[in-house]
């Protein structure tokens, strides 16, 4: 569900918390409709927390995305245009003790990536053919990441794409690189080559 800040405004707190979770149940993910780093994302479990999981939202973006949890197996899938053509590099699973927020994010050694994702190989491909559609979908070139949610069952559950992946020592787009035996470097330097900038 997407919800734009007057909504919040104009049914009260209250009454949207009341609407939103009898469409969507509990628990919930909150999070600015754009936006990075995990910046403003809140986990909801009770219909009493979702105001200020809002509040938090709004305060990085004018319009919230309220998605129902699903429970899995957390991954980031790196595609890379390596010959002119979207490829999707290994999954990445991101194996947390809490939540996948900003602090976990940029702490090293919050965070354990598996690369390859624990994964059988059907439901990995499943979720590397996930990001190449969404890449696609939404017209993207070169790189980009998309974050998904993997069930036991196989089924994958996108929940974004980011068009400029992180790309610190803590990211997992570089390590589903070198994963991969590419170097991030001269990765970086064909995509500038390819685009008449070297």
Known sequence: MTLPQHAFHDLGAAALAGRVVARLGLPLFVKPRAGGSAL?????????????????????HPDVLIERYVGGTEVAVAVAELDDAPVALPPVEIETRGLYDYTARYTAGAVAFHTPARLPAPHADEA??????????LGLRHLSRTDAIVTADGEVYVLETNPAPGMTATSSFPAALEAT???L???FAALAARAGGV
């Open 40 to 60: 403003g994302v809140g986990f909801v479990e009770t219909a009493e927390r979702l105001p200020s999981a809002l509040v938090s939202a709004l305060g990085h």
């Open 128 to 137: 590397r053919r996930a990001a190449v559609r969404a890449h696609r979908a």
């Open 181 to 183: 035996g590419h170097d």
């Open 185 to 187: 470097g001269r990765f």
